[in-house]
């Protein structure tokens, strides 16, 4: 098994034997080469672009910060995982969803202290984003002294997804189409490569939507309100986080806040939101399968889930539950249009999808369904 050539880009000295340690404490991975900035980094990288097979970016360096290599990079149109590392701080979460939007695979925040940075929660973290962002499955894990976790998907290639392989599998209940006076919600949850899909879904839909939106986003404290921010920025809807006792209204979009769990709730005639502080699931906070969980008792006519690109298999639980007691449309992420296909993988293999189509068609399909007032 050849290792996996990794770049580290960061102006500290600490933090670049650190992430070393890390990365080189797996077989997977090996660090070939180092930068303390993205001017030091792109003068390697345009000398042999195709060493590296993932980059760890910081994003605060002299010279050349993150944002500016990336712009230098997407201008030369070469082909690179990167990785972002920033700081959990408020004031860094601008910067790390523009390192999204310009193609950065995805981000992990780093610790506040050196301690910290040699904690499992840290390691776990890189070496998970890494096995993901390089094709390894979690039973290749040989990690020193650290028991094998449980299997990852692979991520996508340009494969084919058949509508729906596996439904014969689950009891799918027939979805009923409902009239314009019927009351409905859209459900979305999306985890890796999230924030850049959301920006090909949420500014195509119409302000007039006849419904609200509810996202889950995987992502820490700090980072939601931003994206939010930026959604609406883009948007002909209302995008913004969500705030506990918000009532959901049509033409609105709420991003669930990081860190936090989100559940929806009924109030007198109304739907609001509970922003919670239970605990993470499988890992998770927010988690999709906990707001698609709190749909299961409510009267919704029409509930439009969808999933999009994400690792792991967040919302097909909690869709299988709705699945049984709701009227409910489903929609997935086609394969070839995924940074990674591991949840609408698990959603199209529980036979739970009515479709699977590609990210540009996603917000078509979700109005053609709901309407518009």
């Keep these: 098994m050849s290792k996996k050539n990794i770049?580290?880009?960061?102006?500290?000295?600490?933090?670049?034997?650190?992430?070393?340690?890390?990365?080189?404490?797996?077989?997977?991975?090996?660090?070939?080469?180092v930068a303390s900035?993205?001017?030091?980094?792109?003068?390697?990288?345009?000398?042999?672009?195709?060493?590296?097979?993932?980059?760890?970016?910081?994003?605060?360096?002299?010279k050349m910060n993150g944002i500016e290599f990336m712009e230098e990079i997407n201008r030369l149109k070469l082909k690179l995982t990167v990785i972002v590392v920033s700081t959990i701080a408020v004031e860094g979460a601008a910067e790390t969803i523009r390192l999204l939007e310009l193609g950065a695979f995805d981000f992990v925040t780093k610790p506040n202290s050196?301690?910290?940075?040699?904690?499992?929660?840290?390691?776990?973290?890189?070496?998970?984003?890494?096995?993901?962002?390089?094709?390894?499955?979690?039973?290749?894990?040989?990690?020193?002294?650290?028991?094998?976790?449980?299997k990852l998907p692979k991520p996508v290639g340009k494969e084919t997804t058949p509508v729906i392989s596996a439904r014969e599998t689950v009891n799918r209940?027939?979805?009923?189409?409902?009239?314009?006076?019927?009351?409905?919600?859209?459900?979305?949850?999306?985890s890796t490569g999230g924030p850049k899909a959301l920006q090909q879904v949420v500014p195509l839909l119409p302000a007039n939507m006849d419904a609200p939106m509810v996202i889950v986003q995987h992502m820490p404290a700090g980072f939601t309100e931003t994206l939010a921010n930026?959604?609406?920025?883009?948007?002909?809807?209302?995008?913004?986080?969500?705030?506990?006792?918000?009532?959901?209204?049509?033409g609105f979009v709420y991003v669930a806040k990081?860190?936090?769990?989100?559940?929806?709730?009924?109030?007198?005639?109304?739907?609001?939101?509970?922003?919670?502080?239970e605990p993470a699931r499988n890992a998770l906070k927010p988690c999709a399968d906990i707001l698609y969980e709190s749909l299961v008792e409510s009267d919704y006519d029409d509930i439009t889930c969808v999933v999009l690109t994400g690792m792991g298999r967040d919302g097909t639980v909690g869709i299988k539950q709705l699945n049984?007691?709701?009227?409910?449309?489903?929609?997935?992420?086609?394969?070839?249009?995924?940074?990674?296909?591991?949840?609408?993988?698990?959603?199209?293999e529980a036979g739970l999808a009515d479709v699977?189509?590609?990210?540009?068609?996603?917000?078509?399909?979700?109005?053609?369904?709901v309407g518009v007032r």
């Design 114 to 150: 050196f301690s910290e940075a040699k904690e499992n929660t840290f390691q776990e973290r890189v070496l998970t984003c890494l096995a993901c962002a390089t094709g390894y499955e979690r039973t290749e894990f040989r990690r020193k002294h650290v028991p094998e976790a449980p």
């Design 356 to 369: 699977m189509v590609p990210l540009e068609e996603v917000a078509d399909t979700i109005i053609k369904n």
């Design 230 to 250: 930026r959604l609406n920025e883009l948007s002909r809807v209302t995008v913004k986080e969500a705030a506990d006792g918000d009532v959901l209204q049509k």
């Design 37 to 62: 900035n993205g001017l030091e980094a792109y003068d390697k990288i345009t000398l042999n672009p195709k060493l590296y097979d993932v980059v760890l970016l910081d994003i605060n360096m002299p």
């Design 7 to 33: 770049l580290i880009i960061d102006d500290s000295a600490l933090m670049r034997r650190v992430l070393s340690d890390i990365i080189n404490s797996d077989e997977r991975f090996m660090v070939c080469d």
């Design 258 to 277: 990081g860190g936090s769990q989100l559940r929806i709730k009924k109030n007198g005639r109304d739907y609001v939101l509970a922003v919670t502080n």
């Design 324 to 348: 049984d007691k709701r009227n409910i449309y489903v929609i997935g992420q086609e394969a070839s249009t995924c940074t990674v296909y591991g949840m609408p993988r698990a959603l199209c």
């Design 173 to 190: 209940r027939p979805h009923k189409a409902v009239g314009k006076e019927a009351r409905k919600l859209i459900a979305l949850a999306c």
